[in-house]
């Protein structure tokens, strides 16, 4: 599949970056899905690495996530993970280990992450002071960053890439975030 513009809903974006932020300080990990360009379907998955820079999806969770988009007739559309100290671009590990060339490849990054007025490098992360509640969310696209006015503001700010996978690298997508 040759992607142009991807397009997912406000309630999907919500749910990808609420579980990064719920799984940090490590890497989370789902699985989306939706029709030709859309993705209208999120699925958490467990990081069976539990790392806090690397993932990987259990074999049993990914093919229970093909034979339910089967028998509903969706599509695979994406693999997303968060990278919860850097940025929002494929690592080498990401590079070398991604296999599904014909999807999207989404990464969140919570590297801004602000809690409760500490500096990211006194955190001793534990879960309970993250600041919860909408996002700031600045999505970066092929040609320019964008603040989404979609989604009410707070202290947390994301950063979300989109890409595609071409011959032999990622290539950076632009995507739309619908009102669902």
């Known amino acids: 599949m040759t992607l142009t513009n991807m397009q997912v809903s406000a309630e999907v974006l919500e749910d990808m970056m609420e579980h990064a932020t719920e799984q940090f300080p490590l890497e989370s990990c789902g699985l989306l899905a939706g029709h030709g360009e859309k993705v209208e379907k999120f699925v958490r998955t467990e990081n069976i690495l539990t790392s806090k820079h690397a993932f990987a999806i259990n074999p049993a969770e990914l093919a229970r996530f093909l034979r339910k988009i089967r028998e509903t007739n969706l599509e695979f559309l994406g693999i997303y993970h968060s990278h919860p100290s ?3 671009w494929p690592s080498t590990r990401d590079r070398q280990e991604f296999h599904y060339t014909e999807v ?5 990054s919570l590297n801004t992450l602000s809690v ?3 500096n990211r490098d006194q955190l001793d992360y534990p879960k309970r002071n ?13 040609d320019k960053t964008i603040d989404d006015n979609m989604l009410a ?4 700010q994301v950063a979300v890439r989109c890409f595609s ?8 997508q632009p995507f739309t975030v619908t009102a669902s």
């Open 116 to 118: 409760r007025g500490q």
């Open 165 to 172: 996978w071409q011959s032999n690298h990622f290539v950076m």
């Open 130 to 142: 993250l600041v919860k509640g909408k996002f700031d969310l600045f999505v970066t696209t092929k």
């Open 153 to 156: 503001k707070s202290t947390l």
């Open 86 to 88: 850097s940025s929002a």
């Open 104 to 108: 999207s490849y989404w990464i969140i």
